[in-house]
C-alpha cells in the first residue's frame, strides 16, 4: 500500500495552532484586557439580537411607573419627597386594581414626621401588594426599609446589581444567605416581585450545588416550572436584558397623584416603580447602553416572567469551538494562497459570527470573542510563518546558487557580477580597488599522492584563513578548482600585498590536517592588480593584470607574491 506523503510544516502549523487554542481557552482567556474585548464582543451580538428579536410576550405583563422630570415640575417639592405623598401617591394606585406593586425607593429608617411614616404604613398595608426594596453595602450590610413599613410591606429584597470590570452592569444578584443560618436564603427584589406576581412563592425550590451556588426551580406556574437559573458562588447571575427604557408599558408618577392615568396600563400587571429624572442620574451602562434603575429592575422581572435566563454552553463545548477554528484558520490559510485565504478567514469569521448572534437569540451565552480572536490570531501567525518561511528557503536557495558548496566562499559567476559593481563604485568615487588572484601550489601532486578528500581538506582549510583574513567589505570567492580571488574595495597595490603577504605566510606556516603527527605543508602564490597602479579600463583588464601578475609568481619559484606593474609605455 502506497504511503500518504506527510506535510511535515502542516502538521507543525497545525499542533503549533491546537497548543495555541488550549493555551487561550485555559489561561489567556483570563487575562484582563481579553476579558473586557470578551464582554464588548458579547455586548454586540445582544445588540443585535434586541435590534432583531421581538419582545417576549411577557413584557406586557409589566407597567413602569416613573418618576420623572414631569413629575418633579408638576409636584414643585424638594426630594426625598415626604413619605405622605407616597402614601397618596400608593392609595391612589391602589384604586387602578395593579396585581403587584414594586417600589423601588429608599425608606431607611424613620422620617422626621411620624404622622408621615404612620400614614405611609396604612397606605402599603391597606394595598397589600407593596414590595419594597432593600439593599446590600459595599461592606456587606444589609440594608432593610423602616421596620414599621416593612412589616406593612407584602415582602421586600434588595436591588443590587454588580458591575464588570468596564463597570457595566451586565449581571443581577440573585440570593443572599442569611447572616445567622447559610441555609436560609433571601432573594432579589425583582425576583420576590415575580413570585408575588405568580401567587406561587411557595412553590419555589433553591437547589445548593456548591458553596453558595444554586439553582432556582420553578418559579411558580405551568409556563416557566421547568425553568432553571443558575448562580455563581456569590449568588449573582447573568441578567438578560431585553428591552430598554422605551419599551415598557409606563405611567408618569404624577398622573397617578392626580388620578389621570389610564387603568388599562395599570389593572391586573406588575408594577416597577423608580426614578427616572435626569437630576438624581439614576442610570446605569448595561449592555443595551444607559439604562435607568427602575428599568434594570424591570429587566430582571422580565427574565423570570419570559423565562429567557441566559444559558452557559458547557466548557467542552466552549474548548471544542475553539479549536476548530483554530484548525480550520490554520489548514485553509496553509493550503491556500493570499486571496483564498483571506476569504477562507472571512467566511469563517462570518460563520462564527451567526453562530455567536444565533447563540445569543437564543439566550446561550458563551465566550463569543474567543473563536473569532484564536481564527484571526492563528491566520496571521500562519500566513506570516508561511511566508517568513518562502522567504527563508528563498534566502538560502539564493545563497547556495552564489556559494561554493565545499568551502562556502562565493561562485565565480558571483565574483564577476560584484567585481563590476565594485569597479563602477571605484571610477565614479575615485577610489582605489585592488584583485587578488591566488593558486595553490602544486595541488595536483596533492590530489595525486594524498587523495581527492584529503584536497578537499586543504581546500576548505585556506578557504577559512582567507575568510578570517578578509574584512566585511571584501568579496572572497573560489575562482576556479584551486584558485580563489578576493576583491579589496578601498586599497591600494601596498595594502593589497601587505594583505596577501600576511595570508602567504599564514598558509605556510599552516599544519593542514592529514595524519596524526604527519600535518600537511601547503603553499600559495598571489597575483595582484590593483586599479589606478595598472589603469585597468574595465574588469576582464584588471583580472588580466591579475592573472598575469599570478603567472609571475608561480614563474619565480611559487610561494610568492607579485604584483602587476604595467610597462612604460602604458604609464
Known amino acids: 500500500m502506497k504511503k500518504i506523503p506527510v506535510d511535515k510544516n502542516l502538521l507543525k502549523v497545525t499542533s503549533v495552532s491546537i497548543i495555541i487554542a488550549l493555551f487561550y481557552f485555559f489561561s489567556f482567556s483570563n487575562i484582563p ?70 417600589l423601588d425607593l429608599s425608606f431607611i429608617g424613620e422620617s422626621e414626621s411620624v404622622d408621615a411614616d404612620l400614614r405611609l404604613a396604612r397606605a402599603i398595608k391597606n394595598c397589600g401588594n407593596v414590595i419594597l426594596s432593600a439593599y446590600i453595602t459595599p461592606d456587606g450590610t444589609f440594608n432593610k426599609p423602616f421596620l414599621p413599613l416593612r412589616e406593612a410591606a407584602l415582602d421586600f429584597g434588595f436591588v443590587n446589581k454588580p458591575r464588570d470590570i468596564d463597570l457595566i452592569v451586565r449581571r443581577v444578584r440573585v440570593i443572599l444567605p442569611t447572616e445567622k ?31 453558595n451556588s444554586f439553582l432556582i426551580k420553578n418559579l411558580g406556574n405551568e409556563k416557566t416550572k421547568k425553568l432553571l437559573l443558575s448562580t455563581d458562588n456569590q449568588g449573582t447571575a447573568a441578567l438578560n436584558f431585553q428591552a430598554k427604557d422605551k419599551d415598557f408599558i409606563s405611567e408618569s408618577f404624577y398622573k397617578i397623584l392626580n388620578k389621570s392615568a389610564d387603568a388599562k396600563l395599570i389593572e391586573g400587571r406588575l408594577i416597577a416603580i423608580g426614578v ?63 486571496v483564498k485565504g483571506l476569504i477562507s478567514l472571512l467566511t469563517q469569521l462570518v460563520i462564527l459570527s451567526l453562530l455567536a448572534l444565533a447563540a445569543s437569540y437564543f439566550n446561550f451565552r458563551y465566550d463569543y470573542f474567543g473563536p473569532i480572536f484564536i481564527a484571526c490570531f492563528i491566520y496571521a501567525g500562519t500566513e506570516t510563518y508561511k511566508y517568513g518561511h518562502l522567504i527563508i528557503e528563498a534566502t538560502i536557495l539564493k545563497k547556495l546558487s552564489i556559494t561554493d558548496g565545499l568551502t562556502g566562499l562565493y561562485l565565480h559567476r558571483y565574483l564577476i557580477l560584484r567585481l563590476d559593481q565594485e569597479f563602477k563604485k571605484a571610477y565614479d ?143
Not at 418633579?72 to 426625598?80: H, S, V, Y
Not at 435566563?309 to 485553509?332: C, G, T
Not at 603577504?501 to 593542514?512: A, D, P, S, V, Y
Open 33 to 102: 484586557s481579553l476579558s473586557f474585548l470578551q464582554l464588548k464582543t458579547a455586548d454586540f451580538f445582544k445588540q443585535l439580537t434586541y435590534a432583531i428579536k421581538p419582545k417576549p410576550n411577557e413584557i406586557k405583563d409589566l407597567c413602569v411607573i416613573k418618576i420623572d422630570d414631569e413629575s418633579f415640575m408638576a409636584l414643585n417639592k424638594k426630594w426625598p419627597w415626604p413619605r405622605s405623598i407616597i402614601a397618596e401617591f400608593l392609595e391612589n394606585l391602589n384604586e387602578y386594581k395593579p396585581k403587584i406593586i414594586s
Open 181 to 211: 443560618n447559610q441555609e436560609q436564603f433571601d432573594l432579589s427584589f425583582g425576583l420576590k416581585s415575580v413570585l408575588h406576581y405568580y401567587s406561587n412563592s411557595e412553590k419555589i425550590h433553591l437547589a445548593k450545588i456548591k458553596n
Open 276 to 338: 427616572t429624572a435626569e437630576i438624581f442620574h439614576d442610570v446605569y451602562p448595561t449592555t443595551l447602553g444607559i439604562l435607568s434603575g427602575v428599568s434594570l429592575n424591570a429587566n430582571e422581572m422580565l427574565m423570570y416572567l419570559s423565562g429567557n435566563f441566559p444559558n452557559k454552553v458547557p466548557d467542552n463545548w466552549q474548548l471544542f469551538l475553539i479549536v476548530i477554528a483554530a484548525l480550520w484558520s490554520s489548514i485553509l490559510t496553509y493550503k491556500f494562497k493570499v
Open 429 to 571: 568615487e575615485n577610489s582605489q580597488l585592488s584583485l587578488l588572484i591566488m593558486d595553490i601550489d602544486h595541488f595536483k601532486r596533492i590530489n595525486d599522492t594524498y587523495g581527492h578528500e584529503q584536497g578537499n581538506v586543504v581546500l576548505k582549510n585556506i578557504a577559512k584563513i582567507i575568510q578570517d583574513a578578509s574584512r566585511k567589505l571584501d568579496i572572497v570567492a573560489r575562482y576556479g578548482g584551486e584558485e580563489f580571488c578576493a576583491i579589496l574595495p578601498s586599497t591600494n597595490e601596498l595594502g593589497a600585498n601587505i594583505y596577501a603577504q600576511r595570508l602567504r605566510k599564514t598558509i605556510e606556516e599552516f599544519n593542514f590536517p592529514y595524519k596524526e603527527n604527519q600535518p600537511l605543508k601547503v603553499t600559495i602564490s598571489i597575483g595582484i592588480a590593483s586599479s589606478k597602479q595598472t589603469l585597468a579600463q574595465n574588469p576582464a583588464e584588471l583580472i588580466s593584470f591579475a592573472d598575469k601578475a599570478l603567472y609571475q609568481a608561480k614563474e619565480t619559484g611559487r610561494n610568492t607574491v607579485c604584483t602587476f606593474v604595467p610597462p612604460p609605455e602604458k604609464i
